[in-house]
């Protein structure tokens, strides 16, 4: 069965809260200009300034394309699916001695955040009416600054 079809529209935009929010708190604490990303720089002993950059602008991008690519929830799902997996692995790469990979990993990490971030924008105007946007968009800020705080 469709699990859409088994939630009910209010546990959708909780679940849709729950999820930015956590992506949210990693992407907060990784790679745009989070302290995580900071200490791993700064044990590489290289100079950030080029790794968050990048960063800034692939997030831009996603961000950007995201509007133009995902009109329909299965594709939003898909795309945050995707995204997920993708900015974990990336993460991973990190952990590695400092090479070329991890400028690479840092832009694709942030372009897949940011099509998470503007997929994640459908869900929020699907599941929260318009009455609703105001505390929906409030709880993700504490949620994802609670969980960047925890990280």
Not at 22 to 33: D, G, K, M, V
Not at 46 to 52: C, G, K, N, P, Q
Not at 100 to 110: E, G, R
């Amino acid at each position: 069965m469709n699990m859409g079809l088994l939630l009910k529209e209010g546990d959708q935009r909780k679940l849709s809260i729950i999820s930015f929010s956590l992506f949210s708190a990693w992407l907060l604490s990784f790679p745009f200009e989070g302290q995580v990303l900071y200490a791993l720089v700064k044990k590489a002993n290289i100079d950030e300034t080029t790794l968050v950059l990048t960063a800034i602008c692939s997030h831009f991008v996603g961000l950007v394309v995201t509007g133009f690519w995902v009109k329909r929830q299965d594709t939003a799902r898909i795309t945050m699916i995707a995204s997920s997996v993708v900015c974990l692995a990336g993460s991973l790469v990190f952990f590695l001695p400092f090479s070329a990979l991890w400028y690479i990993a840092i832009a694709a990490m942030a372009l897949f955040a940011g099509l998470f971030i503007a997929s994640w924008g459908f869900y929020f105007k699907t599941y929260s009416r318009p009455e609703q946007r105001l505390q929906t968009a409030a709880d993700v800020l504490i949620y994802s600054n609670i969980g960047m705080i925890v990280i």
